[in-house]
């Protein structure tokens, strides 16, 4: 009776796979995944050898399924350990340069010694001697540096399947047996057939266990991005618990509980500082190079570092939950996701290798028919070389590869892709739309302007109407406040304070009757600003909200705040035209101050008192005329919007909601990441494109080469040694092309 539940709720896991080594291991793996009941979806990523699981299965159903499959796999949780990845990648590129050194040492004095006669003759008795030593040491070296692509081979047989093992085994495999059987009977054999190719064997082995080996090293430079985020897990954490402080494991610490964090400290998970005063380097987080201060009711995140100060805050996020947590899983999910061009690459490769086993049983059967004698010589190399020459590797990595080192570049420059098509789409873009509030601007109204009459001073003014607001929750009170508070005037205490809801308020300091508000405010108190019309529009006109201050019916000043836009909003939007982009803003906001912001930015199409419910209707209306649109936002109102848009952008420092329904998220909030990111995504399709034409090339003209075709034309076959070295150099190729992503410069715009 089978003991084991499948879990209650779907979930989603990550494994670790052992023994992928080509593309068709992407279809084998899916496929006995998939028939796990249970099972909902499966993405397996072959640059990291990995699967990501969605389902109610339980993982010990999949690791016997893959092991049935000829994988082995574990369960990837907690809190990795990068250290340990890096180690395991070490030691999987020594093992490897072992098995080829091994295969290199008796491959390379045989090829040599064949090449120059060192050797007695087949047929003699000293050449049955030597060689069936040879073949027992070959059959050893094989083994060694080979047996696993045997072994997988025959798991795969079992289940009706084949990959790139198969291909190397049946080469490698029928090079040794058509050698050995030379030895024995090479008198029956034409003499242009005696020829042993142990050395093919061994060569080849080496080759390709080299080819893996470099392949291992440059593609765990790929992962440093994500090696370098999970680095930044604390592993301990000083909570204080009965007044006393403890250092406990980080997976020990629970919600509510209150951390110390001292000076140059990682801090441990994300929360809400309660005491103290410090600046926090947020830089891996967000991109941001400038320490950013913090005070009690500031939020402090996992991994970042602290620099000056010593704080006590309470945690809110432990574990997964951290924003930490999350940026990695977000990176892993991107790096894992299939762009159109990975799922046709995926389907090709499926079918690949039986393909080529076809093919090679052609090539054979051609040369033994129509070939020069020997004949059976000239059928048994080819065949052996098309076998060699086809292996997938590289057209599996073309696509993955690209894709993990961009999103961990995006990571590493404060640009967190959810998403990974949002890579393959973002630099298809011709439309962009932009939030106004959050996004183009700060989000947070300041003090823009004081002017001061009947005798009253600029601080006067502002020390009035500071008092007033004192006792307001107006969202504009608390930038009067803030520009009061910078100059330390000392604030009155107000008497008889009265809110007058869209209008303004209205107390008494001193024993005087003061007003603070908008024009209805003055007209409902018979108070004149006739004289001031005229300033009060251009402050309008600029983006800011003016507002009177008056006491006893006259006015004594003008106070206005304003929403600045960011530093780098208006360089951000010629950056984004200059690459040829169109420019929207779409705000709720009125109109007069919609188009002061879009004309300080640079934007000149302005859709102004959009309501939340209908930005989506904008993107869509956009959409049916042809536009490729993104949508940049920071509140719940813009999440429709983000989510129907071709691509979202949130900006980091918005609402859970509109991260949520964003493909990308700008960590920082710097609208300068968004021509950065459209740049990194035409390279990334860019970079993608070369390696799966390089690939295909290889494979379509290596094939027919590998299979004679310029034999009749110039006499020219493809050595089986020739055709391994290649096929192990095309998946290095690939990475290496791959990893150029990391170094590209992005400021620059990309042609299409």
């Known amino acids: 009776?089978?003991?084991?539940?499948?879990?209650?709720?779907?979930?989603?896991?990550?494994?670790?796979?052992?023994?992928?080594?080509?593309?068709?291991?992407?279809?084998?793996?899916?496929?006995?995944?998939?028939?796990?009941?249970?099972?909902?979806?499966?993405?397996?990523?072959?640059?990291?050898?990995?699967?990501?699981?969605?389902?109610?299965?339980?993982?010990?159903?999949?690791?016997?399924?893959?092991?049935?499959?000829?994988?082995?796999?574990?369960?990837?949780?907690?809190?990795?350990?990068?250290?340990?990845?890096?180690?395991?990648?070490?030691?999987?590129?020594?093992?490897?340069?072992?098995?080829?050194?091994?295969?290199?040492?008796?491959?390379?004095?045989?090829?040599?010694?064949?090449h120059l006669d060192w050797f007695p003759m087949?047929?003699?008795?000293?050449?049955?001697?030597?060689?069936?030593?040879?073949?027992?040491?070959?059959?050893?070296?094989?083994?060694?540096?080979?047996?696993?692509?045997?072994?997988?081979?025959?798991?795969?047989?079992?289940?009706?399947?084949?990959?790139?093992?198969?291909?190397?085994?049946?080469?490698?495999?029928?090079?040794?047996?058509?050698?050995?059987?030379?030895?024995?009977?090479?008198?029956?054999?034409?003499?242009?057939?005696?020829?042993?190719?142990?050395?093919?064997?061994?060569?080849?082995?080496?080759?390709?266990?080299?080819?893996?080996?470099?392949?291992?090293r440059a593609r765990g430079r790929t992962s440093a991005a994500i090696r370098a985020l999970i680095g930044l897990q604390p592993r301990t954490a000083r909570v204080i618990r009965d007044g006393q402080e403890l250092d406990i494991a980080i997976e020990d610490v629970g919600l509510g509980e209150v951390l110390r964090v001292r000076p140059g400290e990682k801090i441990a998970v994300d929360g809400i500082l309660q005491e103290g005063h410090s600046t926090v380097d947020e830089s891996m987080l967000t991109g941001e190079s400038l320490?950013?201060?913090?005070?009690?009711?500031?939020?402090?995140?996992?991994?970042?570092?602290?620099?000056?100060?010593?704080?006590?805050?309470?945690?809110?996020?432990i574990g997964r939950d951290t924003a930490l947590a999350q940026i990695i899983h977000s990176v892993r999910q991107a790096q894992s996701s299939k762009p159109e061009l990975a799922r046709l690459a995926d389907k090709i490769s499926a079918i690949f290798v039986p393909v080529v086993v076809g093919i090679a049983l052609f090539t054979f059967l051609v040369w033994l028919i129509f070939g020069p004698t020997p004949s059976l010589g000239y059928a048994f190399v080819t065949a052996m070389t098309v076998l060699v020459i086809a292996c997938p590797c590289a057209?599996?990595?073309?696509?993955?590869?690209?894709?993990?080192?961009?999103?961990?570049?995006?990571?590493?420059?404060?640009v967190l892709i959810r998403k990974g098509e949002a890579l393959q789409t973002a630099g298809k873009l011709t439309c962009m739309i932009l939030d106004k509030t959050g996004t183009v601007t700060l989000g947070k109204p300041t003090l823009a302007h004081v002017a001061a009459f009947e005798g009253y001073s600029e601080e006067q003014v502002l020390q009035r109407a500071a008092s007033l607001e004192s006792g307001s929750e107006h969202p504009l009170a608390a930038a009067i406040l803030s520009a009061a508070q910078a100059r330390s005037l000392t604030l009155d205490k107000v008497r008889k304070f009265h809110a007058v809801a869209g209008h303004g308020i209205t107390g008494r300091i001193r024993d005087q009757q003061w007003l603070l508000g908008n024009a209805a405010l003055m007209a409902e108190h018979a108070i004149s600003i006739d004289?001031?019309?005229?300033?009060?529009?251009?402050?309008?006109?600029?983006?800011?909200?003016?507002?009177?201050?008056?006491?006893?019916?006259?006015?004594?000043?003008?106070?206005?705040?304003?929403?600045?836009?960011?530093?780098?909003?208006?360089?951000?939007?010629?950056?984004?035209?200059?690459?040829?982009?169109?420019?929207?803003?779409?705000?709720?906001?009125?109109?007069?101050?919609?188009?002061?912001?879009?004309?300080?930015?640079?934007?000149?199409?302005?859709?102004?008192?959009?309501?939340?419910?209908?930005?989506a209707a904008v993107v869509k209306q956009l959409q049916a005329q042809g536009e490729k649109v993104g949508m940049v936002g920071d509140g719940i109102n813009d999440a429709p919007a983000l989510a129907q848009a071709d691509v979202g952008f949130a900006?980091?420092?918005?609402?859970?909601?509109?991260?949520?329904?964003?493909?990308?998220?700008?960590?920082?909030?710097?609208?300068?990441?968004?021509?950065?990111?459209?740049?990194?995504?035409?390279?990334?399709?860019?970079?993608?494109?070369?390696?799966?034409?390089?690939a295909f090339f290889y494979n379509t003209i290596g094939i027919p080469v590998a299979a004679g075709l310029l034999y009749p034309l110039f006499g020219v076959l493809l050595n089986p040694m020739i055709a391994g070295a290649a096929m192990a150099m095309s998946s290095v190729t690939v990475v290496t092309n791959a990893n150029r992503l990391r170094w590209v410069k992005l400021e620059e715009p990309v042609s299409k």
């Open 122 to 216: 087949m047929g003699t008795a000293a050449g049955t001697e030597f060689w069936t030593y040879v073949a027992l040491l070959t059959l050893a070296v094989m083994f060694y540096a080979g047996g696993h692509f045997f072994a997988s081979a025959i798991k795969l047989l079992r289940v009706k399947q084949a990959n790139m093992d198969t291909l190397i085994a049946l080469g490698t495999g029928s090079a040794w047996l058509y050698s050995s059987i030379v030895i024995d009977y090479s008198d029956q054999l034409p003499s242009l057939s005696n020829h042993a190719y142990f050395e093919a064997s061994a060569v080849i082995l080496a080759f390709i266990n080299l080819g893996s080996a470099l392949e291992t």
């Open 291 to 317: 320490p950013v201060e913090k005070i009690a009711g500031s939020s402090v995140a996992a991994g970042t570092i602290n620099q000056t100060g010593s704080f006590l805050f309470t945690a809110t996020r």
């Open 395 to 414: 057209l599996g990595l073309a696509t993955p590869i690209s894709v993990m080192v961009a999103v961990g570049r995006a990571a590493q420059m404060g």
């Open 651 to 694: 900006i980091g420092s918005g609402t859970d909601v509109a991260i949520e329904s964003a493909d990308v998220v700008l960590l920082q909030g710097s609208l300068l990441k968004l021509p950065e990111a459209i740049s990194l995504s035409k390279l990334t399709v860019k970079n993608i494109k070369q390696n799966l034409l390089g």
């Open 1 to 114: 009776m089978n003991t084991e539940h499948t879990i209650s709720q779907e979930q989603e896991i990550r494994l670790s796979i052992l023994g992928m080594r080509c593309a068709g291991c992407i279809a084998a793996v899916e496929t006995a995944l998939q028939e796990v009941v249970g099972v909902k979806s499966v993405n397996v990523n072959f640059a990291d050898h990995s699967a990501v699981v969605t389902g109610v299965a339980p993982p010990e159903q999949m690791k016997r399924a893959l092991k049935q499959a000829g994988y082995d796999a574990a369960v990837m949780e907690g809190l990795e350990d990068p250290a340990e990845e890096e180690q395991q990648e070490a030691d999987r590129y020594r093992d490897l340069m072992k098995k080829a050194s091994v295969a290199g040492v008796l491959g390379v004095p045989l090829m040599l010694g064949a």
């Open 531 to 615: 004289a001031h019309k005229d300033q009060m529009a251009a402050l309008a006109a600029m983006g800011q909200t003016p507002m009177f201050l008056a006491v006893e019916q006259t006015i004594a000043g003008i106070v206005s705040v304003a929403d600045p836009i960011k530093t780098d909003s208006a360089l951000a939007v010629q950056q984004l035209k200059q690459r040829g982009i169109r420019v929207l803003m779409v705000t709720g906001d009125n109109e007069i101050t919609a188009k002061a912001i879009a004309a300080q930015a640079g934007i000149t199409e302005v859709r102004a008192q959009v309501l939340p419910q209908d930005k």
